[in-house]
């Protein structure tokens, strides 16, 4: 009956473990291994929830997405950047090219090259957070846009390809993000 116990106690911890990372895989990711346990779940959502409030707290502003993706044209060729459960897809595009339509699903963003060569399609209703993030890695300065849901979720990654001045008019008009005025 222990042995019993023990494996019903071990699925609970796998189930609850499981639970939490799709709470907040950037933030679980980091917490310490002691805190990934049945005995502190509570400790662990509560730091799960307050990661992604200070996430998006501290943005004073709101502005729509429709003028931030106009805005973005000016950055030239990007890696658009998406991240599935079983795959990862790179592919270099531009916000050139932007168009709106209303679909069953919401308002769609399309971006797309000319010669339909790249097309990348944005549910606006499923953004609620963007941010402008900078980082150092391997000696070079990686500028990112990141497109992210309500429940903390990355749904679309830009990084700029170059080092255009156009990212500093951006960021000094956006900050380091912003929530999204639904329209």
Known sequence: ??????????????????????????????????????????????LNAQLLQSDT??????????????????????????????????????????????????KLATLSKEDNSFECHIRLNQISTVKLIELNKANKLLRIIRFISATGTTLLSTIQQSDDSNWETLKSKY??????ILE
Request: hydrophobic residues 45%; charged residues 20%.
């Open 1 to 46: 009956i222990n042995f019993v116990y023990f494996c019903l106690f071990v699925c609970i911890v796998h189930c609850i473990d499981a639970y939490l990372q799709r709470l907040d895989l950037r933030a679980y990711k980091y917490l310490p291994l002691h805190f990934k346990c049945f005995a502190n779940l509570k400790s662990n959502v509560a």
């Open 57 to 106: 707290a501290a943005f004073r502003e709101s502005f729509p997405l429709h003028g931030f993706l106009e805005d973005c044209a000016s950055l030239g060729t990007l890696r658009f950047v998406v991240v599935g459960d079983g795959a990862i897809l790179e592919c270099p595009g531009t916000f050139n090219n932007l168009r709106y339509s209303d679909t069953t699903k919401g």
């Open 175 to 180: 900050g380091e993000g912003f929530n999204i």
